[in-house]
């Protein structure tokens, strides 16, 4: 009996290693989407996945290409933006890495109303759960997502994004 227990514990073992990582994620995650809608944008570098800051040109470029983004929707009449990011579903093995979906509520304000939808930021940990780093996926095209991702694995599948819905002032 005491052997068919031991056995029982370590088949349970690498799921509730898994577990704990929610909190984690969820808290770097939510860290990653403030400073998205707070403009801090270093701190967005520095959760953002590495890969996709080098795809980008490096950091100064990634930088330079969210502000352009932010100025850009501003002059199109964007006031302010926010959001939050709800709990991660599965962790999947992906090679080294570690990789789960966390849904992302966004919503920006313009003088007439408010926009808004749903997106998917994806975690990525290549120290087992320690740290995070992620990517919006929402809208990635799949051979993007592979060229960033070479392990991806497929059993995680993204739904597309929520169309933006408007509701006027």
């Known amino acids: 009996m005491r052997f068919f227990l031991q056995i029982l ?4 073992l690498p799921a509730w290693g898994l577990a704990q990582d929610n909190p984690l994620v969820k808290q770097q995650a939510d860290l990653f989407a ?3 809608f707070e ?9 953002t996945y590495p ?9 100064e470029k990634m930088h330079q290409l969210i502000t352009d983004r932010i100025e850009t929707l501003k002059k199109q009449g964007a006031l ?8 991660p579903g599965k962790f999947y093995q992906a090679g080294d890495e570690l990789h789960c979906l966390l849904p992302e509520e966004l919503v920006m304000t313009t003088s ?3 926009y808004t939808g749903r997106t998917w930021l994806l975690g990525i940990s290549g120290n087992d759960g ?18 960033l991702l070479p392990s991806y694995n497929n ?14 002032n």
Not at 51 to 59: H, I, K, M, N, T
Not at 134 to 146: K, R, S
């Open 9 to 12: 514990l370590l088949s349970f």
């Open 34 to 36: 403030q400073a998205t």
């Open 39 to 47: 403009g801090d944008y270093q701190t967005v570098i520095r959760y």
């Open 51 to 59: 890969r996709l800051v080098a795809l980008s040109g490096g950091e």
């Open 80 to 87: 302010s933006f926010e959001g939050s990011v709800g709990m």
């Open 112 to 114: 007439a109303g408010k």
């Open 130 to 147: 320690k740290s995070w780093t992620f990517m919006d996926v929402g809208a990635m095209p799949h051979n993007v997502l592979l060229k």
């Open 155 to 168: 059993a995680l599948v993204i739904p597309p994004p929520v169309k933006m819905e408007f509701s006027a």
